[in-house]
C-alpha cells in the first residue's frame, strides 16, 4: 500500500498579496467603467468626482471618488 502524501500549508510570497490587492483594483474599476456605459445608455451624464485620498502613513496611498450623475431632461418642446 501507497503511503499517502502529507499536505500541509505554504505561506504565499509577499508579493502574492500586492498582486490580489492590483488584481482586485483592476476588476472592480473594470465593473465601474462597464456600470458607467450602461448608465450613459441609459441616457445619463456620470463624472467621477476625487472626495478625498486614502494614506497608510508609510507612504501608500490611494484616490477615492464618488460618482455626480446628470440625467437628461426629456426634451418639453413638443
Same mark, same amino acid.
Given at each position: 500500500?501507497t503511503a %499517502?502524501p502529507?499536505?500541509?500549508r505554504v =505561506? !504565499?510570497? @509577499?508579493?502574492a498579496?500586492i =498582486?490580489r $490587492?492590483?488584481h482586485?483594483? $483592476? @476588476?472592480a474599476?473594470?465593473? !465601474?467603467? @462597464? $456600470?458607467? %456605459?450602461? $448608465?450613459v445608455a441609459?441616457?445619463?451624464s456620470? @463624472?467621477?468626482?476625487?472626495?478625498s485620498r486614502?494614506?497608510?502613513g508609510?507612504?501608500?496611498?490611494? =484616490?477615492?471618488v464618488?460618482?455626480?450623475?446628470r440625467?437628461?431632461?426629456p =426634451? %418639453?418642446s413638443?
Open positions: 500500500m %499517502q502529507e499536505f500541509r =505561506d !504565499l510570497p @509577499e508579493n498579496q =498582486d $490587492a492590483i482586485r483594483v $483592476a @476588476e474599476t473594470h465593473r !465601474l467603467n @462597464e $456600470a458607467v %456605459q450602461r $448608465a441609459a441616457g445619463v456620470v @463624472e467621477l468626482v476625487r472626495v486614502h494614506h497608510d508609510t507612504g501608500h496611498w490611494g =484616490d477615492q464618488v460618482p455626480t450623475i440625467a437628461t431632461m =426634451d %418639453q413638443a
